[in-house]
Each structure stands twice: as C-alpha cells, then as structure tokens.
C-alpha cells in the first residue's frame, strides 16, 4: 500500500537520524583531541556542543562540535585564538588534515568520516548553571554563545504539550533541506528558528510547519534573530553577504515547493505532494 503524506514523513525522519555507530566513531577521537588541547593550552573545560549533543543531526552530515573554554585572557584577534587551536592539533595530529572553518578549528579523522570542530572560547559571563562565551565569529570578531541556555530553550520547545518532540524534528527536516540543496546558510540559526517557531505552535504537523518556516525565513529575508534566551546576542545566517543572497535564494524556491506540496497534500493529491517533498528535499524523500 502506498505511503501517505505522514508516513512518509515517519519514514523520512527515520532516516535522518545519525546511526550509533557514526556517533561512536566520532566519539572515540574526544579523550585524543582533549589530551592535545591540555597538553598546550590552559583548558578550563571541554564542553561537546552541536547537532548530536542537541539530538538534531542529520545521518552523514553530523560532526562533533567541541567548546574549549581557555584560561588564556582573550586576544584581540579571533584569528589567534583559532590558531592557537590548530597549532596545538597539528602537532598532536601531523598526518590528519586539521583546518580553520570559522568560528571553528575542524580536524577530519579517518578520511574526513570522524571529524571535530573544536571551538576556542572564553568567559564572558558565568552563573552556577548558564557561562556565556566569546567565540569567534562566522566571518571574523568575537560572538556571544551560550550552548547549555541554547540546548536548554530546544528542549523546552521540544517538550511542550502537543509539540511531541516535534522541535528537533522540525530542526533535523530544515537541516536536511540545507544539507541535501547545499543552502550556505548557519544549522544552528536554522535550529534555533525552528524552536522559537515551534513554541508559538500548540501542535506539530511536518507538511504545515515547512511549508510555514520556509515562508516566514522568506518573508523575514533571513534576518538576523535575537536570542530567545535573552543569554547573549544575535544570531546571524551566514558568514557573507554574497552566502545570503544565495541562501535567501534557495529559502524561496524551497518555500515556493513546500507551499506545493502543502496544497496537493490539502487538496488529496498524495502523488503530488511527494513529488514537491521530493524536489524540496533534493530527490531524498521516501517514494511512495
């Protein structure tokens, strides 16, 4: 029997998820990249940041994101910080390519397939349970983070009655759309958009939350967002002008197929409807 409209979105949410050998892989090389990073630098604390500690990951395009709190008064330049951090894997890790990927330091074991983004960071602000942080900045400069309030308002949005865990979903389905149409466009701020989204909803139904945050990203022409936690600044959706112009790009013509999709799945149009959810999500939705 052929799949409906909520099937297929079961199925392809399924997919999504990280496999737990993938998250093992990665999680092998932490103590590795810890030692390296204590050994030169004066580390506070490691803090595992990103889509698998957040639970949003998309299978094979998930890395291990990694916050060095540093001891280290601040400099100036992010620049140095960042070098700081490359230099100190690199000689731990001379035969495995490690690289600056702002805000981050990415270094890809085995091939690329078990990589860290390792994330230089200093004390900005601190209490008994939320630290904000100085992090370099997507193009360049400082930017104010703060990982456990962010995770914290993910995990509220995502328990709220009759969401249904729907908030991570909604951030894994837009993460696809980015990582399937290579949309430049930041995962966290698209996570982010999808909790603050979600916690304006009393109920959460995939093929109209889209359809709807595709359209509200298109009508707000990717603006920046406040933080909703009120913990630090705002989050912005891609490192350069000339990324959102083509992300803002894409934004539409996902929007514009979302909206499609959406209409065919409201008129009984199932065939219809996965061939618009199969161009949005670049020919990887279930067929039905």
């Known amino acids: 029997m052929p799949l409906s409209v909520g099937e297929g979105f079961e199925t392809f949410l399924k997919r999504l998820i990280p496999l737990q050998s993938q998250r093992e892989a990665a999680a092998k090389h932490r103590s590795s990249v810890e030692t390296s990073l204590s050994n030169a630098l004066d580390v506070i604390l490691f803090r595992e940041t990103g889509s698998f500690a957040h639970g949003t990951g998309v299978r094979n395009y998930c890395d291990s994101d990694l916050l060095v709190s540093l001891r280290n008064g ?105 990582y399937y149409n290579k949309v430049p466009i930041s995962s966290f701020y698209l996570e982010m958009r999808a909790a603050k989204y979600l916690t304006t909803q009393s109920s959460f139904a995939p093929a109209w939350d889209l359809c709807w945050l595709l359209e509200k990203l298109e009508s707000s022409e990717l603006a920046a967002m406040n933080d909703p936690t009120g913990a630090s600044g705002r989050f912005y959706p891609c490192s350069s002008e000339y990324n959102k112009a083509e992300a803002l790009s894409k934004v539409k013509t996902g929007a514009t197929r979302a909206r499609k999709a959406l209409t065919a799945y409201q008129n009984d149009e199932p065939a219809m409807a996965f061939y618009y ?12």
């Open 74 to 178: 601040r400099p100036g330049s992010s620049d140095t910080a960042l070098r700081w951090i490359k230099d100190a894997l690199q000689a731990s890790f001379p035969y495995t390519s490690v690289r600056v990927s702002r805000p981050a330091v990415v270094i890809a074991f085995a091939g690329g397939t078990e990589t860290w983004e390792v994330i230089p960071g200093f004390v900005k602000a601190a209490n008994s349970t939320h630290s904000v942080y100085d992090i370099p900045g997507a193009a360049s400069g400082w930017l104010e983070s703060s990982p456990l309030s962010h995770l914290d308002y993910v995990n509220t949005a995502n328990k709220q009655e009759g969401i249904a865990g729907g908030a991570k979903k909604l951030a894994r389905l837009m993460k696809a759309w980015k």
């Open 277 to 288: 959810l199969d161009l949005l999500f670049g020919n990887k939705f279930p067929a039905r």
